[in-house]
């Protein structure tokens, strides 16, 4: 057996890519588990396209990047519109001209009852999260194919793709999907010697929560996610995360699960759907209830940073501020309190 490991692990090697002068393309990439990613191929030797949608939040990334010497494109654009995800592709062929490696992180979280999130929000939901993928990698497929086995796509899921999340209709609709997009693009491009790799993150501390929008009871939503966001144990650190899907795409690995919650999730899942289901449908009555709302009323959203809570600053979110201030997700008043500390 100890033979087979280590054969494995010299193919393994042979196979794995090698990063210098290649360009990766990270979606989502200003902020959080993008930013991260960046910066991990960056210091690998790639050449890096980010984009998002907050001009200020983009152009403190491009800045942090290139001051650790990582050549870098940046883009402000909403890839949820097919023409501008059309046109970030081809400015960044048009920049570096080729990509080697996609990797499709761009999303939007929102946290509300099903009532509260209505149409309009699942519907946002999949354009941030399901066809702003799907618009950037098929309009990138011809460039990843001209790069044969060297080319990469990398689909961020969730383990909200794998089991649903109450109060995340929306979203985990979006992340099923997009697991469902990242595994037939493996079964389809194998011949084209293109690899895919589904990542399914568990609970995350990117210091995304404050970016997170929260709808009906906001406070009280925002209270049990952030808190369950924190969790050390539960939760996983954003830069272990994001070394480890760097390894799994020089590898060409198909699947990487990140977090003790994505691999009990998933192993729970498939032994005994059924009786997950219930459980977590359970675990989803303890949770914030609808508030009533006018039916011409539009859903009320709130931002995380926004959201008027004593949670922030305090000992049971600590690590998700410590990551929000390192990862360019720092709400206003942390982002005040951390300068002043300087």
């Known amino acids: 057996m100890a033979s087979v490991a280590l ?44 984009c998002g949608r907050d001009a200020d939040a983009l152009s403190r990334a491009r800045t942090h990047l290139e001051t650790l010497g990582i050549e870098v494109h940046a883009l402000g654009c909403d890839l949820g519109e097919r023409e501008e995800a059309e046109a970030f592709v081809d400015g960044v062929v048009d920049v570096f001209g080729r990509i080697d490696v996609l990797v499709n992180n761009a999303g939007a979280i929102h946290v509300a009852p099903v009532e509260e999130s209505g149409v309009e929000g699942i519907e946002e939901a999949m354009r941030s999260n399901f066809w702003s993928a799907t618009y950037v990698t098929l309009h ?13 796509i990398v689909n961020i899921t969730s383990v909200g ?16 999907a997009m697991a469902g997009f990242s595994e037939g693009l493996c079964v389809e491009l194998a011949r084209s010697g293109i690899k895919v790799t589904t990542v399914v993150p568990g609970l995350m501390r990117t210091g995304s929560i404050y970016n997170a929008t929260f709808g009906g009871d906001a406070e009280a939503e925002f209270a049990w996610f952030s808190v369950l966001a924190s969790l050390p144990i539960v939760s996983v ?3 272990h995360a994001a070394r480890a899907i760097v390894r799994a795409t020089l590898d060409g690995r198909q699947e990487v699960k990140l977090g003790l919650s994505a691999h009990a999730a998933s192993l729970a899942h498939g032994m005994a759907p059924g009786f997950t289901t219930r459980a977590i449908a359970a675990a989803g009555s303890l949770f914030p209830s609808s508030e009533p709302q006018d039916a011409e009323e539009a859903p009320r959203v709130q931002r995380g940073r926004d959201v008027d809570s004593a949670l922030p600053g305090s000992m049971a979110v600590r690590l998700s501020d410590d990551a ?10 942390a982002a005040r309190e951390a300068s002043r500390s300087r």
């Open 237 to 239: 650190s954003a830069r």
């Open 161 to 176: 793709g794998r089991v649903a999340i109450p109060h995340m209709v929306g979203y985990a609709a979006s992340k099923f």
């Open 324 to 333: 929000a201030r390192n990862n360019n997700e720092a709400p206003p008043s």
């Open 7 to 50: 054969a494995r692990n010299l193919l393994a090697r042979r196979r794995r890519l090698d990063l210098r002068g290649r360009v990766v393309v990270i979606t989502g990439g200003s902020r959080g588990l993008g930013l991260l990613m960046a910066e991990e191929f960056g210091r690998a030797g790639a050449r890096i396209a980010i």
């Open 140 to 152: 990138a497929l011809p460039h990843l194919k001209a790069r044969g086995s060297a080319g990469r």
